[in-house]
């Protein structure tokens, strides 16, 4: 379980496709608090630690996640956010964040507002019943507020703090994003759908 709240920036070093998985080597300041069988949150991607070296650790991507998330665009030198898991009677600054991402989302638009940043974001109409108006959404492992929600669409204000300290930076119009949908939503539109059965 994670807050949405990046703690760090890592690099993709290498890349290694075996079948159709794919390996990561990604460098980061957090390698030395790193214990192999850990999970870290990659992109909001919950991944296993399996091997650290240094200041690098790895990590592997099965077919499921890959067709889910936007990993397997993910090339060396790529910039990506990374947070470890929650610890228990820890502060919730963010909101409960599975790393089970949902569904890739598309950058419709960037607007800088000089001192922050508007983004506005598609997503597939399926998942309209989980995005509320100012609910949580995780984009790319960040927990922010969802405004201006269609069915389809929803805006997020960027501070500068999280604009320099994540890698929303490099995210330009036209560009795929990792989306997780709050998990509350889930449960309640899932207890509707029971409901509603005969």
């Not at 201006?148 to 300290?165: G, L, Q, R």
């Amino acid at each position: 379980m994670f807050t949405g709240i990046v703690e760090t920036t890592g690099i993709v070093e290498k890349k290694e496709s075996i079948g159709s998985n794919i390996s990561f080597w990604i460098s980061s300041s957090l390698a030395d608090a790193l214990k192999v069988d850990q999970s870290l949150a990659h992109d909001g991607v919950c991944l296993t630690v399996e091997q650290i070296e240094g200041n690098l650790h790895k990590v592997t991507a099965i077919d499921e996640t890959l067709q889910k998330t936007c990993l397997g665009a993910w090339e060396t030198g790529r910039t990506i956010n990374l947070e470890r898991a929650m610890m228990l009677g820890g502060r919730l600054d963010g909101h409960l964040v599975q790393g089970h991402v949902d569904a890739k989302g598309s950058c419709i638009s960037v607007e800088n507002k000089e001192g922050s940043w508007l983004y506005r974001i598609s997503f597939p109409p399926q998942f309209g019943a989980l995005i509320i108006e100012k609910g949580s959404i995780c984009i790319n492992g960040i927990s922010l507020t969802a405004f201006e929600v269609s069915k389809d669409a929803f805006s997020v204000a960027i501070i500068p703090y999280t604009y320099e300290h994540t890698n929303i930076k490099h995210v330009l119009a036209g560009n795929n994003v990792n989306l997780e949908f709050d998990m509350l939503g889930k449960y309640i539109l899932r207890r509707e759908v029971l409901v509603s059965k005969p």
